[in-house]
């Protein structure tokens, strides 16, 4: 029997949005739309998928999430932005309260086409996570270009069209830009990244287990002192409380997208004791796991309204 050879790409669904697969419905140079409009639907979870001639940004206003590149994934926090050039496999898991903006544009309308001579060129080549901030160069800037392009594409006025290519291509560059001076970082924090990053791919597959901090830290080969330090230079947070927001995260999709009672959840999760879990949940959110849900599914379709009625 000949043996066939099978291109891994091929196994990654091509979409031109998320879930559109008739192509002769979404002809389209540019679009955008809210995160939760489609991530909603999907139960805050984007499947590892590809758009072949598009070019992607997503600016992260709210919420939290991992960004999977290939089998890199890639924590966010706000504000940043996402970039995805065309044909790279790629997908999201996002957190219930996520918000922002997703726009996708033609690749052949940028003025800098991915893999061309330059900076520009090789910044769009590769899937990327950009942290904005306010006290950084343009930051404040690029969030303010990205909004004002949602706000075009809302309001359908008279030359939009214009407008949206050349914010994006300006917000573009910018990122480009403070992607540049993330990469002159010194040596020792491109080892910090990297351990992040392993850290990060390790609470995805283990969060449920429970692990306490020093299983991450003799995982990753350095002391729970250490690991903390550095988890408190890239977030902000201690090394607990990072791994005590992720269990909430999955905490609230099961809760909201998953059937049956408080306590099955909690049992999901990994907890033995529900009580323990809805103290859990009260302390990291404020509200019991019960009040939570009702609000969140309140929201969700007061938001649902809004859209169909923005969309009509």
């Known amino acids: ?10 196994t990654v669904p091509t979409y031109e949005l998320y879930g559109e697969r008739d192509a002769a419905s979404a002809q389209f140079r540019l679009h955008c739309e809210t995160i939760p409009a489609r991530s909603s639907l999907h139960h805050w979870e984007i499947g590892l998928h590809r758009h072949e001639h598009f070019f992607q940004i997503l600016l992260i206003t709210g919420g939290s999430g991992d960004a999977v590149y290939g089998d890199e994934i890639v924590r966010f926090e706000p504000v ?3 970039t995805v050039p065309p044909a790279v496999g790629h997908g999201f898991r996002f957190s219930p309260d996520i918000d922002g903006f997703v726009f996708t544009v033609l690749a052949s309308r940028l003025p ?18 950009t942290r ?16 004002r392009v949602a706000e075009e594409w809302n309001g359908r006025r008279s030359g939009r069209s214009v407008l949206m290519e050349t914010g994006l291509a300006t917000a573009l560059v910018l990122t480009a830009r403070l992607a540049a001076q993330d990469a002159n970082e010194t040596e020792v924090g491109d080892d910090n990244d990297r351990r992040i990053e392993a850290l990060l791919a390790l609470l995805h597959r283990e969060v449920r287990q429970h692990r306490p901090a020093s299983f991450y830290a003799e995982t990753l080969g350095i002391s729970p002192t250490h690991l903390n330090r550095v988890v408190k230079e890239k977030t902000g947070i201690s090394t607990q409380a990072l791994i005590a927001r992720r269990l909430l995260e ?3 999709r099961e809760l909201l997208f998953t059937p049956g009672s408080v306590q099955e959840v909690a049992f999901r999760l990994g907890f033995a004791d529900p009580a323990y879990f809805s103290r859990f949940f009260t302390r990291q959110a404020g509200m019991t796991p019960r009040s939570w849900k009702r609000q969140e599914q309140k929201r969700l379709g007061s938001r649902s309204e809004t859209d169909q009625v923005t969309s009509g």
Not at 116 to 127: M, R, T, V
Not at 138 to 146: N, Q, S, Y
Request: charged share 30%; glycine share 10%; proline share 10%.
């Open 1 to 10: 029997m000949k043996e066939r050879n099978i291109d891994p790409a091929a």
């Open 80 to 82: 940043s932005v996402l």
């Open 112 to 129: 800098v086409r991915p893999g061309e001579p330059g900076p520009i060129g090789a910044f769009l080549s590769a899937p990327r996570a």
């Open 132 to 147: 904005l901030t306010d006290q950084r160069d343009d930051g404040g800037l690029i969030r303010a270009t990205l909004e």
């Open 250 to 252: 999955e905490a609230q």
